[in-house]
């Protein structure tokens, strides 16, 4: 077999920091809405390690519904439409560990499911990424019958809501291990 045809092999998983900072964040990433729009909200937290100190070095990536609970079939570009909705956001944190993103409050998606966005987060030390879910604590009724959510248990429930904190701003901080460590998913188990 020549060089041009052989088959390519499976490349290795790898950490993502410190020195991810010239590859994967791009401008407007973390706005997938822009944050004068009327139905835009914020979500922003922060990276935690095992012993509760922030992570200066890892990326969030979210992923939500529009309003009406619709993936969108918008096409994403590093040069955001500022009127656009795709759906998707990457933020890297900042020295303090912080990330933040301006979207939309996604409707339910399935009948039965409450509103969440989907978080992806890469850091130091983390081979794989995480994937883990990121609920809205002013939809209590939608929550409490939540498949997914049920299936946690009541004392890591927490982990997976980002509470309101502001007007149209919601909290969600991520802690990677360790005492409060969020629930993170595993093809849709807890892990």
């Known amino acids: 077999m020549s060089e041009q045809h052989r088959p390519l092999g499976q490349t290795p998983s790898q ?4 020195f991810f900072g010239y590859a994967l964040p791009y401008p407007g990433g973390p706005e997938v809405r822009a944050p004068w729009q009327p139905d835009a909200v914020r979500v922003h937290g922060t990276v935690l390690d095992g012993a509760g100190e922030p992570i200066p070095d890892a990326i969030v990536e979210i992923w939500g519904a529009d309003a009406a609970g619709l993936a ?6 590093l040069d955001r439409d500022q ?7 990457r933020a890297a944190v900042d020295r303090d560990g912080h990330y933040s993103f301006t979207t ?11 509103p969440y966005l989907l978080v992806t987060v890469f850091a130091r030390g983390v081979l794989h990424h995480l994937f ?3 609920y809205f604590g002013d939809e209590p009724e ?8 049920t299936r946690i248990d009541p004392d890591r429930r927490g ?6 904190d502001a007007a149209s701003s919601y909290r969600f901080d991520v802690r990677l291990q360790g005492e409060g460590e969020t629930v993170f998913l595993d093809y849709g188990t807890e892990r």
Request: glycine share 14%; net charge neutral; hydrophobic share 40%.
């Open 72 to 77: 969108s079939t918008e096409r994403g570009s």
């Open 104 to 114: 939309i409050k996604p409707g339910a998606m399935r009948d039965g499911s409450a």
């Open 142 to 149: 939608a929550n409490a019958a939540d498949p997914l959510l």
């Open 159 to 164: 982990t997976l809501v980002a509470e309101p």
């Open 15 to 18: 950490t993502v920091g410190p």
């Open 132 to 134: 883990t879910r990121a």
């Open 83 to 89: 009127h656009a909705f795709t759906g998707f956001g």
